[in-house]
């Protein structure tokens, strides 16, 4: 399974974003996805979830501002992120889990197994 983030930039406070995920190698649809993120000096943190039907999940802190979506015609991913601030500045990353060994929404890190490389976003 191969991901691939992009969308990263710089955006002043109160703006929008479109980060994307093209995934690749799944075999099967039973894959749930996630957004994790990761700020400059800290841990990697998962953000946002979604099963294989489409139902989300989100943190507090991005509820209501982040919206997660999939497309799995394209297999891509999607985070739409608005209302950003200061502190949404870091890495974001989009990885894979199993639907099947991990059905309950979750943001664990040690659940996915698959992940992307990462695509800055920095918010001033």
């Known amino acids: 399974v191969q991901l691939v983030e992009s969308g990263g930039g710089s955006v002043r406070a109160g703006g929008s974003l479109r980060l994307s995920c093209a995934a690749s190698g799944f075999t099967g649809s039973d894959y749930c996805m996630g957004w994790f993120f990761q700020a400059p000096g800290k841990e990697r943190e998962g953000i946002t979830t979604?099963?294989?039907?489409?139902?989300?999940s989100y943190v507090p802190s991005v509820q209501g501002r982040f919206t997660i979506s999939r497309d799995d015609d394209s297999n891509t991913l999607y985070l739409q992120m608005n209302h950003l601030k200061p502190k949404d500045t870091g890495l974001y990353y989009c990885?894979?889990?199993?639907?099947?060994?991990?059905?309950?929404?979750?943001?664990?890190?040690?659940?996915?197994?698959?992940w992307g490389q990462g695509t800055q976003v920095t918010v001033s």
């Open positions: 979604i099963d294989s039907n489409g139902s989300p």
């Open positions: 990885a894979a889990r199993s639907c099947t060994a991990f059905p309950a929404p979750s943001v664990a890190a040690p659940r996915y197994t698959s």
